[in-house]
C-alpha cells in the first residue's frame, strides 16, 4: 500500500526554522517525484517544491532561497528545510507523490499527484 505520512509541523516564530519529513512506503523514491504543497485557510493549495527521482528540484517563487528540497532514499524519506519564516508561510503542508515508474522521473511539478499525505500544520507567529 502507498502511503506518505508527513512530519515536523509547530508552531513557530517569524525568522525560525522547521523541517518537515514526508515518510513514504509502499515505493521507492527511485521511482517517483515528489512534491511539497500547502494551503492556508481560506487560500486554494499551492505547491512550494518538487523534487524529481534525479536531481532536479524546483520552488515556488516566495520560498527562494529560504526552503530547500532534499531526499534520502536510504530512508525513503524527503525533507524541506525552512529557514527564515514568514506568517504568510502558515499552512497545513501536504506531501504528494507521482506514479511510480520503472524509469523514475526526471523533471517534477505540481500536477497529476496520485498520492497524497494527510499534512502537517505550521504555525508562524509571534
Known amino acids: 500500500q502507498l502511503q506518505l505520512v508527513e512530519s515536523g509541523g509547530g508552531l513557530v516564530q517569524p525568522g525560525g526554522s522547521l523541517r518537515l519529513s514526508c515518510a513514504v512506503s509502499?515505493?521507492?523514491?527511485?521511482?517517483?517525484?515528489i512534491g511539497w504543497f500547502r494551503q492556508a485557510p481560506g487560500k486554494e493549495r499551492e505547491g512550494v517544491s518538487c523534487?524529481?527521482?534525479?536531481?532536479?528540484?524546483n520552488y515556488t517563487e516566495s520560498v527562494k532561497g529560504r526552503f530547500t528540497i532534499s531526499r534520502d532514499n536510504a530512508k525513503n524519506t524527503v525533507y524541506l528545510q525552512m529557514n527564515s519564516l514568514k506568517p504568510e508561510d502558515s499552512a497545513v503542508y501536504y506531501c504528494?507523490?507521482?506514479?511510480?515508474?520503472?524509469?523514475?522521473?526526471?523533471?517534477?511539478?505540481?500536477?497529476?499527484?496520485?498520492?497524497w499525505g494527510k499534512g502537517t500544520l505550521v504555525t508562524v507567529s509571534s
Open positions: 504528494a507523490a507521482d506514479h511510480p515508474s520503472p524509469l523514475g522521473s526526471s523533471t517534477c511539478g505540481y500536477v497529476g499527484m496520485d498520492y
Open positions: 509502499g515505493f521507492s523514491l527511485d521511482y517517483s517525484a
Open positions: 523534487i524529481s527521482s534525479g536531481v532536479f528540484t
